[in-house]
């Protein structure tokens, strides 16, 4: 798939709204929205995301009437639309028409109409209907002054992400021979010579739905691939439809995040603009750490391109055990946090709070209290705030990190139940190794595995378990140029057949790295284990492994006790102008946090001396540039007052204070701090 031209979203400042539901509320409310979104500073909102059935109440029976009329009601007032293609849903007609339509689950049983999502991605009657009406819709609103943005469907994989119903086992079957051109090659891949499960023929092959013991994983990997791509191309023919109608008109999606179940790097090359729905706990003290990694991939899946936060919650959401609402403050901290990390805008779910249906407890910026919520006043605080902000809009944060995230590797530890441990979590590793590269100042962007990786003078690699010679070579170019390069665990395992690497473990790095793994030492659960590491014991979680060392590899660590007391635990292999460090062991929050204290000062990178003294993971400093002009966002995520460090030439953008001794920040607050970028030649 080749990467689409990057068209905006027709909007001068930065978006701030929310998802309307004007059908759930009489018209008679719809002036009354309409005013207070103007007082509360919003410019944009998303509609109609779940209104197939009153937009196609009838099979071909198409009514706009009342969309016209919300839409031409809202332009009035000054707000843009981003459309929905309304497809997110199918309506009961449909799916009680053609009952092949909904999915089956991994045990053969076919799920019901009565949620979200009720459709099989492969089916072709689904498809058909969707795009006969996304096209009804490009027709009739592709040329309306208010269109700024394509939604296509919402959420693609939130409820129904696989399918295992017969119209998926044909469009696997198809997916397969696409693949791998002969049976004979599927055999060969999947090495079904072991236990007997050899195939004649692509039409004997199934979905892995349940079976009588562990499935065959090269199998398994193949069906996530497929799965993924099942949705890819229902997203890309919905996309194909709308820049056939509307060739300038930008299109998104919205994300979920670090997602497991799509690869959001094939969905990004899709589209125009990424968007991203992020809902942090408020209830957890260190949510906005994950946040900020899962902002670090939003913005990297456009090669750094600024971004759009399509939603968040105004307060508490409807859909955890205990559903926390946010403390005063802590919702504007958090959208500044999105914008610190990239995002050009702000939006919620939803505007109005719902009266009926499952999110009618989930928070809105209208609450049930109308114009005297508190959620109303906090939000209408927040848009006036973002006008000060306007400079930001289009630049880009400045990172000398990225980790790797590779969704082959993910699916691969993740989908077997046949591996050495089912506790070494891609997504938990990711978020380990994250958290001290947050805690020593550093904002971390995404890469793929075989890049490109810009200007990042450190690649973090928790677990690159599936490898290819293709991605090697482009980590080893990393190296040789002068980057440091860190390779956690279980890494350069198998190909992308999910066939061993010969000589194992970690295959294709082997030079690379310096070491050759002989065995996997999982540790059990309840096990602890410890490394010795520039004096300095630390813990090792989940994972350890037999090392062994070839020559010109410098060991860094060994392991302090048990059965692989003394053995080397982590490695330094000088490449070129840089080096690969090689991690064999899960360490504990403290030991990565040494580690990479040792990668960022071999890379160059400044790490603030108080935070290498000790971190305030509390206060987080991230900044976006233009080149010329810095904005640096100050936030405080504690509850406690804390002080912006100076910074000279600046001025708080949103109270006009001047930076140079540092600003007081009371809980929860902010600073958007503008100053002067530094040149090249005195670095950053």
């Known amino acids: 798939m080749t990467t689409t031209s990057p068209r905006s979203i027709r909007l001068d400042a930065l978006a701030y709204g929310a998802d309307y539901n004007p059908d759930q509320w009489p018209e008679s409310v719809w002036l009354e929205d309409a005013r207070l979104m103007v007082e509360a500073g919003v410019n944009i909102v998303t509609l109609p995301v779940f209104s197939w059935p009153l937009l196609e109440p009838r099979p071909g029976e198409y009514d706009f009437a009342g969309l016209d009329r919300v839409i031409d009601l809202l332009w009035e007032h000054g707000i843009r639309i981003d459309l929905a293609t309304a497809t997110a849903t199918p309506p009961a007609w449909l799916v009680r028409a053609n009952p092949e339509v909904l999915p089956w689950n991994a045990d053969g049983v076919r799920l019901e109409f009565g949620s979200r999502q009720s459709y099989c991605p492969s089916s072709p009657v689904f498809r058909e209907a969707a795009l006969r009406l996304t096209r009804a819709l490009a027709e009739r609103y592709g040329e309306h002054p208010a269109l700024a943005l394509w939604h296509v469907s919402n959420e693609y994989g939130d ?266 979590d891609w997504l938990k590793e990711a978020r380990a190794w994250h958290a001290p590269a947050f805690a020593l100042g550093q904002p971390v962007d995404v890469a793929r595995a075989a890049g490109p990786f810009g200007d990042h003078r450190v690649l973090l690699v928790p677990n690159l378990y599936a490898t290819t010679p293709e991605q090697a070579d482009a980590l080893a170019g990393f190296v040789a140029a002068g980057g440091q390069l860190v390779v956690g665990p279980f890494s350069g395992v198998v190909d992308h057949r999910e066939q061993v690497h010969p000589g194992g473990a970690p295959g294709p790095l082997r030079g690379l790295l310096g070491v050759e793994v002989d065995e996997w030492w999982p540790l059990a659960d309840g096990q602890n284990g410890a490394i010795e590491l520039g004096g300095e014991r630390h813990g090792v979680r989940v994972w350890s492994e037999w090392l062994e060392v070839a020559d010109g590899t410098d060991v860094l660590a060994t392991y302090a006790d048990g059965d692989l007391a003394g053995r080397a635990a982590i490695t330094r292999r000088a490449s070129g102008a840089g080096a690969a460090w090689y991690l064999g062991a899960g360490l504990d929050a403290g030991g990565m946090r040494a580690v990479l204290a040792q990668v960022f000062a071999a890379a160059g990178v400044h790490v603030a001396p108080e935070l290498a003294r000790e971190a305030d993971t509390a206060l987080e400093v991230v900044t976006r540039t233009d080149g010329v002009t810095d904005y640096t966002f100050v936030l405080n995520h504690g509850r406690d007052d804390r002080t912006a460090p100076p910074i000279p030439g600046g001025r708080d953008l949103l109270t006009g204070a001047d930076a140079a001794d540092g600003l007081p920040l009371g809980p929860f607050g902010v600073a958007v701090v503008q100053h002067p970028a530094p040149s090249r030649t005195t670095g950053d």
């Open 159 to 424: 409820h129904v992400s696989r399918c295992w119903c017969p119209e998926s086992a044909r469009h696997f079957r198809r997916w397969l021979r696409d693949r791998y051109d002969s049976i004979d090659g599927l055999n060969e891949a999947w090495g079904t010579s072991c236990w007997g499960q050899n195939y004649l023929d692509f039409e004997q092959i199934e979905p892995p739905r349940t079976a009588t013991g562990p499935i065959n994983p090269a199998e398994l990997v193949d069906f996530e691939r497929f799965s993924s791509d099942a949705l890819l191309e229902l997203f890309q023919a919905e996309i194909d439809v709308l820049r056939e109608v509307t060739p300038d008109i930008a299109v998104t999606t919205n994300f979920m995040s670090l997602f497991r179940e799509l690869d959001y790097w094939d969905f990004a090359d899709a589209e125009d603009l990424v968007t991203d729905d992020a809902y942090p706990d408020p209830a957890d003290p260190d949510a906005h750490i994950g946040a900020a990694l899962n902002y670090g991939l939003m913005r990297s899946l456009k090669d750094g391109r600024p971004w759009l936060l399509l939603e968040q919650a105004p307060s508490a959401v409807s859909w955890r055990d205990v559903n926390v609402p946010k403390a005063p403050g802590q919702m504007r901290l958090g959208s500044m946090q999105a914008l610190a990390h990239g995002s050009d805008g702000v939006m919620f779910f939803q505007w109005r709070q719902a009266r009926f249906g499952p999110e009618k407890f989930h928070s809105a910026m209208l609450g049930h209290r109308g114009e005297r919520s508190r959620s109303f006043q906090e939000t209408a605080a927040l848009g006036a705030e973002l006008k000060a902000l306007a400079a930001i809009k289009d630049t880009r944060v400045r990172a000398s990190v990225a980790l790797v995230a590779d969704w082959d590797s993910w699916w691969g530890v993740t989908a077997p139940d046949s591996l050495p441990s089912l506790r070494l």
